[in-house]
């Protein structure tokens, strides 16, 4: 029975590309996840950075002294085909995009050590008022499609968004700083003690939002930080 539903679901209901929006070849019952097309995947502009050390997304962050590493998939530019991916899963209510970027991430960075020795991943938590509204949050997606790959847990209990600050997207210069200064709050961090912690969220763009995080965490005595993004900005 579980098979016919699929099998109607897939012909009444043809699964298209988030990307492009064709009708993918594969059908829901082969992959019942999938979002993007082939072709739209190769059309991904990787940053390469698992292989790479001292890039620019771990310049954003060296300033902490529990920061480890830094990567981002892809490169973001405005109107491009991963801005409009992570869109759709931030405001449109795709978030199996996330997912699905995050497990062709992870499995690029499998051919890298840049996943090595980390213990848990904690995605970027949203304000409770900002997440009833939303329904979910992207980067628990992003989270959850890199632990099915590397068989990391994901963590969301020990931090949490304690102020419902405006997006980042409508602050520019050094509002983005004040905007987010604060924002974060930990729980029971003893509990982290000395743990290698993957801190993961959808775009880096200043990195004001990830620093803010970090420096929330300095509470976690002994753990170090290390930092992965779906797509950083040029």
Do not use: W
């Not at 099998?7 to 993007?36: D, K, M, W």
């Not at 199996?96 to 020795?117: C, P």
């Not at 304000?127 to 009833?132: A, E, Q």
Request: net charge neutral; with cysteine.
């Amino acid at each position: 029975m579980h098979l016919i539903r699929q099998y109607l679901s897939a012909v009444l209901f043809p699964a298209r590309c988030a990307g492009c929006e064709q009708l993918t070849e594969t059908t829901r019952i082969e992959n019942p996840n999938l979002s993007i097309c082939p072709e739209c995947i190769e059309c991904l502009e990787r940053t390469e950075q698992f292989s790479l050390r001292d890039n620019l997304t771990e310049d954003l962050f060296a300033q902490n002294k529990q920061f480890e590493r830094a990567a981002a998939f892809c490169f973001y530019d405005k109107q491009d085909l991963v801005s409009q991916l992570i869109h759709k899963a931030k405001y449109k209510k795709q978030p199996l995009i996330n997912y699905e970027l995050a497990r062709l991430a992870a499995l690029d960075g499998l051919q890298s050590d840049f996943f090595e020795d980390i213990d848990v991943i904690i995605p970027v938590p949203l304000h409770p008022r900002r997440y009833r509204k939303r329904g979910y949050n992207q980067s628990d997606y992003i989270a959850h499609g890199l632990s099915d790959v590397l068989h990391i847990p994901v963590d969301t209990a020990h931090v949490s968004r304690v102020r419902n600050n405006p997006q980042q997207a409508l602050t520019k210069g050094k509002e983005r700083e004040k905007n987010v200064e604060n924002i974060f709050a930990v729980n029971h961090p003893e509990e982290m003690y000395r743990k290698h912690i993957l801190v993961v969220d959808d775009v880096i763009t200043t990195g004001s939002t990830i620093r803010s995080f970090l420096d929330a965490m300095s509470a976690f005595r002994g753990a170090r930080f290390s930092v992965f993004a779906l797509a950083k900005a040029r």
